[in-house]
Structures are given as C-alpha cells and as structure tokens.
C-alpha cells in the first residue's frame, strides 16, 4: 500500500499528445479507439497509437493523407505531419518521409 504523498510523487497527468509532434513515423503504428469529452461535456470518438508509453492522437484527415500517399507510392513506409493551426481550424499536411 502507498499513501497519498508517494502517489502524488509519482503521478504523471494522462496527456493525448498529437502524433504531428514526432519528427516522423511508421505507417505500419498500430491505432486504437479512444473516446473523450469536449468543453461542452459532449463525449467524442477518436483514433490513436501508443508510442514508448505516449499516446498520440491521429486525426482522421491524417489518415486520409497517408491514404493518398499511398495511392501514389505504395511502398511508402514513414512519414511526417506537418501541422497548422490550433483547435478546430487545425490543418494538418502529411508528407512522406526517408
């Protein structure tokens, strides 16, 4: 058993960080379903990967773009998002990557 002061010691906030934070990744990372509430209390579904114990949240137009990608170089294997915007006017632009 612990108590409170070893908890908060070694508490970490549960942070969905966003998967156009890392310099680049395999189009092979496995995605899960999560879900979430917005500021107006309204639950939302969204999909996300697990990298070194980090989640990061993948936004469905980043799926669309690596789908295009794809459509093009089949044998595509990394890429990068670059990212624009905060909240919802967020764009994101996929590209591949070496």
Wanted: charged residues 25%.
């Amino acid at each position: 058993m612990t108590t409170l002061k070893e908890e908060a010691s070694n508490y970490e906030t549960k942070e969905t960080l966003n998967i156009a934070d890392l310099d680049k990744f395999s189009i092979n990372i496995e995605l899960q379903d999560g879900t979430g509430t917005d500021k107006e209390g309204n639950p939302f579904s969204y999909k996300y990967t697990v990298i070194e114990g980090k989640h990061y949240r993948v936004a469905g137009s980043i799926i669309g773009g690596v789908k295009a990608l794809l459509n093009k170089m089949p044998n595509l294997e990394y890429v990068s998002v670059i990212k624009q915007g905060t909240g919802m006017n967020t764009k994101y632009t996929v590209v591949p990557f070496n």
